[in-house]
């Protein structure tokens, strides 16, 4: 499913002391299929942005268009009614796993938090029970989990467990709003990987606010960047990307393989191209070792 946003403006607290314009006329296209990762400092609007593609917020001025259907303020109150009406169907398809995930689990069983979602949305109780245990499965965890409580488990699991809760209503986007926060760095890598399977696997959209410039660098395929509520930067192209943080503009850090290829460059190694993976610039170092022996 496509996003398209035409023009947004948004604040907190209209016509109140606190007002606070957040984002600032953002136009951007996020393509279906794509795996969108949108960057930038604390502040600078990014789960502000995302939660208009749900119509958890709704814009005061601009619009948000997935497919044929449009977000964007009513008049009338017949309007908003159907509008909120629609929005129910929406996030059916657009799920969003927030900062914290694990706070979204409830239900006393595993199996019962996984199947509230497909429940909810009219799938038989049937049919959202074998949907748990196939992703149970397909996350690598034991289906003995299912009868535990969510409560029971490690951080990295509980997470795990909330990303099945959001994927068992077969969304075509898949929303998460820095999902590693607070993760240790093995959970990290293993939430990581298993996002990219999904990725890969199922037919979605995948929109991914992180600071983990490593991650952006070796999986998104669009990167936006934000700042005061803007977009600044909508790239595909990585080395403008590694060139874009390589200015400390806005303030991100440079990934450490990055910074390792710079080292080796600086001691007079050349490599064929700039790589955003650790295996393929272990192949290109292999085959220059190779060459070197011959
Ligand atoms: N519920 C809210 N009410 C008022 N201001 C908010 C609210 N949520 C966020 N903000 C403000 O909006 C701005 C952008 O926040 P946010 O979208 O959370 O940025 P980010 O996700 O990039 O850190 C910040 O100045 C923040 O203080
Ligand atoms: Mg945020």
Redesign the pocket.
């Known amino acids: 499913m496509q996003v398209n946003f035409e023009e947004v403006n948004f604040v907190?607290?209209p016509e109140t002391p606190?007002e606070?314009k957040?984002l600032k006329n953002v136009s951007l296209e996020i393509p279906s299929g794509s795996f969108t990762a949108i960057i930038?400092k604390?502040?600078?609007?990014?789960?502000?942005?995302i939660e208009h593609i749900n119509g958890i917020l709704i814009a005061n001025s601009g619009s948000v268009k997935l497919n044929n259907f449009t977000i964007e303020k009513k008049k009338t109150r017949k309007e908003n009614k159907l509008l909120e009406k629609n929005l129910v169907k929406i996030r059916e398809k657009v799920a969003m796993l927030f900062q914290f995930s694990e706070q979204q689990l409830f239900a006393n069983t595993v199996l019962e938090d996984i199947m509230f979602a497909p429940i909810n949305y009219g799938i038989s109780k049937e049919d959202s029970e074998k949907r748990a245990y196939e992703l149970i499965e397909m996350i690598g965890l034991n289906k003995e989990y299912l009868k535990k409580s969510p409560f029971e488990l490690s951080g990295g699991e509980m997470r795990k467990v909330a990303l099945c809760g959001v994927l068992a209503q077969s969304p075509d986007i898949l929303i998460l709003d820095e999902p590693f926060i607070g993760l240790d760095f093995k959970s990290k890598n293993e939430l990581m990987n298993l996002i990219n399977k999904i990725y890969r696997e199922q037919n979605i959209t995948i929109v991914f606010?992180t600071h983990d410039m490593e991650f952006v660098l070796k999986y998104a395929t669009d990167i936006v960047i934000?700042k005061n509520g803007e977009v600044v930067v909508k790239t595909k192209d990585k080395d403008e990307f590694v060139d874009i943080l390589s200015k400390e503009e806005y303030n991100l850090s440079l990934p450490e393989i990055i910074d390792f290829q710079n080292a080796l460059k600086e001691r007079g190694v050349v490599l064929s191209k700039l790589h955003y993976d650790y295996e393929s610039l272990l192949k290109d170092i292999m085959s220059r070792l190779e060459q070197k022996n011959e």
């Open positions: 907190y607290n606190y606070n957040v930038g604390t502040g600078s609007g990014k789960s502000t942005l606010i934000m």
